[in-house]
Nanobody, 121 residues
């Protein structure tokens, strides 16, 4: 079994900051690409940022230098530092990871349950 668990969401005022974490656990051999996605009420899920095992990063245009994605391969954990938050950043943030399970030769995508981020005064 493999599990992704997000943490760090919450309520923050406009202009504030939050740091999300996504921890992978279970029978993991290796983790390839990881990414953060978000879904606001009534909208489709959208990509926020992705990071490869080697550290190559892609950001959505709306990030505009406000968010920073990182990962600690030794801890099987990914982070999203979010600064200068805006009300339109309000959404459920979910993490995704392409994982090779121990004893299995295929890569499969896994999703966390999501963490709510609310930006409001």
């Amino acid at each position: 079994q493999v599990q992704l668990v997000e943490s760090g969401g919450g309520l923050v005022q406009p202009g504030g900051s939050l740091r999300l974490s996504c921890a992978a656990s279970g029978s993991i051999f290796s983790i390839n690409d990881m990414g953060w996605y978000r879904q606001a009420p009534g909208k489709q899920r959208e990509l926020v940022a992705t990071i490869t095992r080697g550290g190559s990063i892609v950001y959505a245009n709306f990030v505009k230098g406000r968010f920073t994605i990182s990962r600690d391969n030794a801890k099987n954990t990914m982070y999203l530092q979010m600064n200068s938050l805006k009300p339109e950043d309000t959404a459920v943030y979910s993490c995704n990871a392409d994982i090779v399970r121990s004893g299995v030769r295929t890569v499969n995508p896994y999703w966390g349950q999501g963490t709510q981020v609310t930006v409001s005064s």
